[in-house]
């Protein structure tokens, strides 16, 4: 078999290490995320995930003792980064079942990270619009969180469908929040109706506390892009 045939059955595999800290703290953590060079959303962390990833490390003591679901995790680095703190009370990464690609490389990704599954985090198939049993399993949560989740407007309400579900399974007077990052595509895109339908409120979230003690610039974490961070909630 040649070299060139081999490296066509077996894609190339890259570490792409991230280091989160703050000027001034001691405390920091470094992620390895295995990215690997083929065609495909779920391989790569794209900017917005990046972008997450640092406002949850700034915001960290928000999350202590919450439960939080990840969804269309990806080589979800937010997620990994949550519960390499230790002090969430349980993440839950996910991806679609129908990806079953996808969902090994989740695997891989925990591995990278010392991460083992249904101890140190959860890893559940979990595909957009589709409530299967293992959605239902899910509740209570305290937060869900995404990156970069709104990128084709033919999946915006499989989505939005799934967070509404999630969203209603709050069990007391404290709402569930949906965080994302969103990266500008088009100006045409919208969810307003969506949200409407689905009984939903949508606030933009301000990335200042990034801006001031990220030690990197943020037009370099957004590579040049437009992305937002946008929390969800039921309306009453």
């Known amino acids: ?3 060139n045939a081999l490296t066509a ?3 190339v595999e890259s570490i792409k290490k991230f280091k989160f800290y703050t000027k001034g703290d001691s405390e920091e953590i470094e992620i390895s995320i295995p990215e690997l060079l083929q065609p495909g959303y779920s391989f790569y962390s794209w ?5 997450l990833a640092w406002f949850l490390w700034i915001q960290r003591d928000k999350f202590v003792g919450k439960r939080i679901l990840e969804i269309g995790c990806g080589t979800a680095l937010p997620g990994i980064l949550l519960a390499k703190l230790g002090n969430c009370a ?4 996910s991806d679609s079942c129908t990806l079953p690609n996808a969902l090994k490389h989740v695997h891989r990704c925990c591995a990278a990270n ?3 599954p249904g101890k140190d985090i959860d890893v559940i198939g979990l595909t957009w619009g589709i409530l299967l049993k293992s959605v239902f399993d899910i509740a209570p949560l305290d937060y869900i969180i995404a990156s970069d989740c ?3 407007p033919s999946v915006f309400e499989d989505i939005l469908v799934t967070v509404s579900f999630l969203l209603s399974t709050a069990t007391d007077t404290t709402p569930v929040k949906f965080l994302f990052t969103y990266q500008d595509r088009s100006s045409d895109w919208s969810i307003e109706h969506l949200l409407q339908k689905w009984d939903l409120k949508c606030s933009k979230v301000s990335l200042s506390c990034v801006r001031k003690y990220c030690p990197l610039e943020i037009d370099d974490l957004m590579c040049g892009h437009t992305i937002h961070l946008l929390e969800i909630t039921k309306l009453p």
Not at 47 to 51: G, L, M
Not at 90 to 93: A, E, P
Request: cysteine-free; charged content about 20%.
């Open 1 to 3: 078999m040649s070299s």
């Open 9 to 11: 059955e077996q894609p």
């Open 47 to 51: 900017p917005a995930s990046s972008v």
């Open 90 to 93: 349980k993440v839950i990464i």
């Open 114 to 116: 010392n991460l083992e």
């Open 150 to 152: 709104f990128y084709d």
